[in-house]
């Protein structure tokens, strides 16, 4: 990609799409792009990439309209697999608790992530590496390309155990964790997607 983009550093290489750091027009910016599917028909690949591209630019304009803490997007070609977003300040809250980071944040963050549920959007990924805590800005939540537009319950009570199970397993020393989480999501309502957060947490126990 030429033009206004001007690239600094490769972040990440996943499964889907490789993420760079740099400027575009000036601005400091993320890149990602979406990998080809070698293995899938290359007409079918290109109607994948530009539908999964395009949902996740219309949920990112959706939640940065409501103010959201979410990246802001810069410019994009869904044909051609990329986009560009404002780069948000501070790091992965993983490392921030890692290294022994104060926790208290937990509250704030469920009140976010109801804010999300209440624009119709499942997250999809909520683990704590797409998580970002800035210790002036706060919190920010980035990677949307899993994310939904649903009414659904059972995708949003997802984002909730999906988290819970990351912060059992990457930050386990944090006591009560996913409480404050819920007691923050309470705050802005919700009962019914906590209900069935409870209903899948219950599941997974039974079947564990």
């Not at 940065?64 to 697999?81: F, M, N, T």
């Not at 119709?120 to 683990?127: A, E, P, R």
């Amino acid at each position: 990609m030429t033009g206004p983009w001007v690239a600094t550093e490769m972040l990440h290489r996943g499964a889907e799409a490789v993420v760079h750091a740099g400027s575009w027009m000036g601005r400091s910016a993320i890149l990602k792009q979406r990998e080809p599917r070698t293995w899938r028909h290359p007409d079918l690949d290109a109607r994948l990439t530009k539908s999964r591209m395009s949902a996740e630019v219309r949920l990112l304009h959706r939640l940065h309209l409501k103010g959201s803490p979410v990246p802001e997007l810069l410019a994009v070609d869904a044909s051609a697999g990329w986009m560009v977003t404002s780069r948000v300040p501070g790091g992965p809250l993983f490392e921030h608790l890692r290294a022994g980071g104060d926790p208290s944040m937990f509250e704030d963050l469920g009140a976010i992530i109801r804010t999300i549920h209440e624009a119709g959007i499942s997250h999809g990924d909520l683990t704590t590496h797409n998580i970002l805590w800035d210790d002036k800005e706060g919190l920010s939540i980035i990677d949307f390309g899993l994310s939904q537009i649903t009414e659904d319950l059972e995708p949003m009570g997802l984002d909730l155990q999906v988290l819970n199970e990351c912060l059992k397993a990457s930050h386990p020393s944090i006591e009560g964790a996913i409480d404050r989480v819920v007691s923050g999501y309470l705050s802005k309502g919700g009962v019914d997607v906590v209900a069935r957060f409870n209903d899948i947490r219950g599941r997974v126990r039974y079947h564990g």
